[in-house]
């Protein structure tokens, strides 16, 4: 063990140095060499170390460099050295924090990391929390806590009764809810198309003018940080709404959220700490390992209803039991590589990765002007959308930057018109990177439109 564990971190520090300089993602010749994996199910055992060997020389290579500093498409982060180190010793450890005689450790970092993030996040102290997946899992999981609420007031338990002849919940989101919230209404029988979608500006905020008129049991969902644009939607008239309407308000702020992080960019977000549930990620903003989301309930009784277990053999104590709050009982001890980020940036540490973020997308939306290139958005975030010109071109564009392999950005449809996204997220990524992607992107964007 001790050799395998010591050729691993050996292999795994290479990768994370050769990450720093080579392709962003994997040529073709890498990505046709995984053919190797598909051999018929092992006969009997190979040796370890010759199975880490295989998994290294063949899947390294083919790899997308996610953890590296040049990667800009979705909304992914890397792995802090802390938090990476910190999930390999919880790996090692292979506790289940479900409950908190079954790992009193993992259940103590989840506790302190819980009051950490509430605090870094501008939340009430004393929301509940649920360490989960994603922000999908994140979203799904506060929205049960939702939905039995509403259903609570008006005397239904959907715990215990299901939907069926329930009160019908009227669902209000924006017209540019990113998908997860339809997918998480989908899984709690709410339905994805029967949801009142309110228009949104040319950033994809809500237009609160044209909020509609709700009675009953109501959830409205906001976003703090559209997937393409970095826009938030704005609370502040919104919630005031949605509460006279005795609504539950949830926030989907998968990565905005984070902005409450910074002195400079915490305005943007401010507004939202007055909605009863909140879904982010840790693996985005933190940049903590894959995977891991965030939900946090300002109504603890409404989470615990919504996701409580219980059995004679599962104990349960004074303390927090964590399986009372997600979704799943067995699960990974999300809470050790949250505990270690946090520990290892520290207050300003979080701020000063979230606003080199959004400083580098100013660069890279100004490089992009400067060439003569369109910005799409209001670059008030991490998120930069930019135009070469026609579909056709923003298309060509894409794949020329995915063909060069400098960085990794990916294409979207924003407001009809087909563009690229880049989105920074990592704790590594510094100027030199700006630089060098803006460099790649606007030679492959010449070369295109010149051919053109
Ligand atoms: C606003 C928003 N919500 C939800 C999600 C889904 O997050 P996850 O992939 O972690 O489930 C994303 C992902 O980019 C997002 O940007």
Known sequence: MDQLLADTARRASAYLTGIQTRRANPNAEAVSALSVFRE????????????????????????????????????????????????????????????????????????????WLLDLLGLPLDCAGSFVTGATMANFTALAAARNAVLRRVNWNVEADGLFGAPAITVVT??????????????????RERVIRVPVDAEGRMRAACFPVIQ?????????????????????????????????????????????????????????????????DAHKWLNVPYDSGLAFVRD????????????????????????????ELSRRARGVDIWAALKS????????????????ARLFADGLVAAGFHILNEV???????????????????????????CWCGRTVWQGRTAMRISVSSWRTTTEDVHLSLVAIIRVAREVLRAA
Not at 317 to 324: F, I, K, L, V
Not at 398 to 404: E, Q, Y
């Open 345 to 360: 940036l520290g207050r300003s540490g979080v701020a000063a990765m979230v606003e080199r973020n959004c400083a580098a």
């Open 216 to 280: 009953g049991p109501a959830i409205v969902c906001l976003q703090a940080g559209n997937v393409n644009s970095g826009a938030f939607d704005p609370a502040a008239e919104i919630i005031p709404l949605a509460r006279k309407a005795g609504a539950w308000v949830h926030v989907d702020g998968a990565f905005g959220l984070w902005a409450a992080a910074s002195p400079q960019l915490a305005h943007l977000v401010r507004a939202f700490a007055a909605a009863d549930s909140w879904a982010t």
């Open 380 to 406: 008030v975030l991490n998120q930069v959308v930019v135009s070469f010109g026609a579909d056709e071109a923003n298309e060509a564009v894409v794949r020329g930057v995915l063909a060069d392999g400098t």
């Open 40 to 115: 018929l199910m092992p006969s009997g055992p190979a040796e370890p170390e010759a199975v880490l060997q295989m998994l290294d020389e063949v899947g390294s290579p083919a790899t997308t460099a996610m953890a590296g500093p040049r990667f800009f498409g979705f909304v992914i982060g890397g792995a802090l050295p802390a938090s990476l180190a910190a999930n390999w010793l919880a790996t090692a450890w292979d506790q289940n924090p479900g409950l908190h005689l079954a790992s009193p450790v993992a259940c103590e970092l989840e506790d302190v990391s819980l009051g």
């Open 174 to 191: 924006g017209q540019e809810a990113h998908p997860s919230v339809f997918k998480a209404l989908g899984m709690l029988g709410l339905g």
């Open 300 to 327: 603890e009784s409404a989470l615990r209803a919504a996701m409580s277990i219980s059995a004679a053999y599962l104990p349960q104590g004074d303390n927090r039991e964590p399986s009372n709050y997600t979704p």
